[in-house]
């Protein structure tokens, strides 16, 4: 069963810190790469870090420096440590191998629920 459920989301203030996580089902983690994607209120949704099955990570230029993306293989799952935030950062987080996965059941790009990121004061 394909499977991204991803948690850790909620209401901070500026320069606060959140860590997400993503519990994905084999099919999608197993030796690929993973990604954690946002997607802000009327913006496309975009690539903010990615990390291979070795631990090699990339970030957007917008969250490097700040964030830290990790992954623990033999739990499937993929880690998002969002230090100073900022009201920029408010969004939906969804996390998928990069690229996406592609069901073919659905004949579409498979998405988990995400979880909602608002940075506030």
């Known amino acids: 069963q394909v499977q991204l459920v991803e948690s850790g989301g909620g209401l901070v203030q500026p320069g606060g810190s959140l860590r997400l996580s993503c519990a994905a089902s084999g099919s999608i983690f197993s030796r690929n790469t993973m990604g954690w994607y946002r997607q802000a209120p009327g913006k496309q949704r975009e690539l903010v870090a990615t990390i291979t099955f070795s631990g090699n990570a990339n970030y957007a230029d917008s969250v490097k420096g700040r964030f830290a993306i990790s992954r623990e293989n033999a739990e499937n799952t993929v880690y998002l440590q969002m230090n100073s935030l900022k009201p920029d950062d408010t969004a939906v987080y969804y996390c998928?191998?990069?690229?996406?996965?592609?069901?073919?059941?659905?004949?579409?790009?498979?998405w988990g629920q995400g979880t909602q990121v608002t940075v506030s004061s």
């Open positions: 998928n191998k990069n690229p996406p996965y592609y069901s073919s059941t659905y004949r579409r790009v498979y």
